[in-house]
């Protein structure tokens, strides 16, 4: 699939608070040096490349102080040749944590939710002290996370047959949460989709010992605190080993008996029958006990 594509370095967006953000318009995704991109985000220059993979690159030369609204990311950005925004456009902001969790969310969205026309915006957020992010070291490790990051969305497009989509990868440094509301307020997306891990209180915990399902601290802070709905992807195997577990074990077994042998929901009626005829058998059993 012959893309366009932008890249852009480092660059320190002024930030304001989740309050003030939540109300900005949506950014335009196509911007000139030294302009903005209508929330007051400075964005960075354009530099035509004739490279072979046809990039149009863009590097940042902006430099802001870091304070605690500052928003400190390295962006990427691609589109399908052909693709066109239209009315119907759908913007999903996906969190992909490097872990299984963030991976399976992604695979999720990009195999049910994303059609032509739509936008993905894949998000990383890096926690790093204030030192740190002022480094090359620092800058050189964003830059491959966020590529790398893109070349995965874009094979996962290859894999459902190559849909004219738009994608924006954004690695962010700064607190997970934080840095999630403030992206829903640069991209106002549709729909925000997160995975499942994340630390744990004791009572989940124990629930988790206990066979309950449960979320993770961002999948929670998410459901709790997003403007837009939130798709939480459990991991397959997970659910199909919670399935297993409720069949095993006694009253929640009887869940299996509302499944017919193709694994499909059976209709109430057909329910009530096999439950009518469980429950003759238990009488002639009882009967040809008392005989």
């Not at 002024?14 to 953000?21: D, F, M, Q, R, V």
């Not at 993979?53 to 870091?66: H, I, L, S, T």
């Not at 991209?187 to 993770?216: C, E, F, H």
């Amino acid at each position: 699939m012959s893309r366009e594509a932008s890249l852009t370095s480092p660059t320190h967006h002024s930030g304001s608070t989740a309050h003030t953000l939540l109300t900005s318009p949506r950014p335009s995704m196509s911007t000139a040096s030294g302009t903005s991109t209508g929330i007051g985000f400075p964005r960075t220059s354009t530099i035509n490349s004739t490279a072979e993979n046809k990039y149009r690159r863009k590097v940042g030369f902006e430099a802001f102080d870091a304070g605690a609204d500052t928003l400190f990311t390295f962006t990427c950005q691609t589109k399908s040749e052909g693709y066109k925004r239209s009315r119907n456009t759908r913007v999903f902001l996906v969190a992909v944590s490097p872990d299984e969790s963030g991976e399976d969310a992604l695979d999720w969205l990009m195999s049910e939710l994303v059609e032509d026309g739509d936008e993905v915006v894949a998000i990383r957020v890096v926690e790093m002290g204030e030192e740190e992010r002022q480094t090359n070291p620092a800058h050189q490790e964003l830059r491959e996370d966020a590529e790398d990051l893109l070349a995965r969305v874009l094979h996962k497009n290859d894999e459902e047959d190559g849909r004219k989509i738009s994608v924006i990868v954004e690695v962010v440094v700064g607190h997970v949460p934080d840095m999630i509301l403030k992206m829903i307020a640069l991209y106002r997306p549709d729909s925000l989709i997160v995975g499942t891990k994340g630390q744990r209180s004791r009572l989940q915990n124990w629930g988790k010992r206990l066979g309950a399902p449960g979320m993770g601290s961002i999948s929670r802070f998410a459901v709790s605190h997003s403007p837009i709905p939130v798709v939480v992807v459990r991991p397959e195997r997970k659910v199909k080993k919670t399935m297993k577990r409720r069949e095993d074990k006694g009253k929640r077994g009887q869940y299996a008996a509302l499944v017919g042998p193709d694994d499909n929901m059976l209709s109430r009626s057909r329910s009530r029958e096999r439950s009518r005829e469980r429950s003759r058998g238990r009488s002639s059993e009882r009967g040809g006990i008392s005989d």
